[in-house]
């Protein structure tokens, strides 16, 4: 059973996804430590709640971001934790983490990757005017929403949508589609091979097709 570290900024519905599925046995992890930038956050709460070990690292607390990841670093490896899921973590992570778990620090991300990375996928693909949104979840590189993708999933957008009626849709999807990506690592199905001058390329072992799209018709 693979070990999880979970980082969130917010409510952490992505959290209680994974929590959930840990606990019904849907997912063959457990969570063992939860980390928030924001001693406020709800995903703190949740984690508590399930009797969770919590962290918190304030970037004002630190010199560097690079000490404020450490923070994560050391609780992570302190509790045990393989991999890290970003769920919901609204800051960019640097090299202090993605050197201590290399391809083992996954995003998701509510967009369409390379679409719309940044902080507000769906409120900008609302403002391009885009007729498709949806989410990805993929490793974790050192740029803004660049690392290899692990899996996405679409959604039309349909007249009269708002951020919040497209994020009401889109979230289930969300939560889905995290638990399969994760659902390969921990079965340590995924493979990522990286040859000079070409972006790093993601293999998931017995899945040809790694993405879906919605069964919901556009309404004119």
């Known amino acids: 059973m693979r070990s999880l570290c979970v980082l969130a900024s917010g409510e952490g519905t992505n959290l209680q996804a994974i929590l959930d599925a840990c606990a019904s046995g849907a997912l063959a992890a457990r969570v063992a430590v939860v980390g928030s930038d924001r001693p406020d956050a709800r995903a703190l709460h949740?984690?508590?709640?399930?009797?969770?070990?919590?962290?918190?690292?304030?970037?004002?607390?630190?010199?560097?971001?690079?000490?404020?990841?450490a923070v994560f670093v050391?609780?992570?490896?302190?509790?045990?934790?393989?991999?890290?899921?970003?769920?919901?973590?609204?800051?960019?992570?640097t090299s202090t983490l993605l050197d201590a778990f290399p391809d083992r620090v996954v995003n998701v991300h509510p967009a369409l990757l390379p679409s719309f990375p940044g902080t507000d996928g769906l409120g900008d693909a609302l403002a391009h005017g885009a007729t498709i949104a949806g989410t990805t979840v993929h490793l974790v590189d050192a740029g803004v929403d660049t690392g290899p993708i692990l899996a996405q999933a679409a959604v039309p957008i349909v007249d009269g949508d708002t951020r919040a009626t497209l994020a009401a849709r889109v979230r289930p999807l969300e939560h889905a589609l995290l638990l399969t990506a994760l659902g390969w690592l921990v079965e340590g199905r995924v493979t990522v091979t990286r040859q000079p001058g070409e972006r790093p390329r993601v293999r998931v072992e017995g899945e040809p097709a790694r993405g879906f799209v919605a069964s919901e018709s556009r309404r004119p």
């Not at 949740?46 to 990841?69: I, L, N, Q, Y």
């Not at 509790?79 to 992570?93: I, S, T």
């Open 74 to 93: 050391e609780a992570a490896r302190a509790h045990g934790a393989e991999l890290v899921v970003l769920a919901g973590y609204m800051r960019l992570v």
């Open 46 to 69: 949740r984690a508590r709640a399930s009797g969770v070990p919590t962290v918190v690292s304030r970037p004002k607390d630190h010199p560097t971001r690079e000490a404020h990841d």
